[in-house]
């Protein structure tokens, strides 16, 4: 039998070994988020220090087009 794919990630481990063992898009799943909200978690949690900033500028991008979809 083959393990879960969320036990493994391709090209790192910065979301497989959050704290809590859960996977932004497990995550996004139990809570319904649109692909939009799923992308700020994704870029929220990912934790690399390198491109923290870069990451927190990705997440202002994302609510900017959250709030243009509001307005819609």
Do not use: N, W
């Amino acid at each position: 039998m083959e393990s879960s794919p969320f036990k493994r990630q391709v090209g790192g481990g910065h979301y497989k070994d959050l704290p809590a063992g859960y996977q932004p898009f497990q995550i996004s799943q139990a809570l319904g988020l649109t692909p939009v909200e799923h992308t700020i978690l994704k870029y929220l949690v990912r934790r690399k220090p390198l491109q923290r900033l870069e990451d927190l500028e990705k997440i202002k991008h994302c609510v900017d087009i959250l709030i243009q979809f509001e307005g819609l």
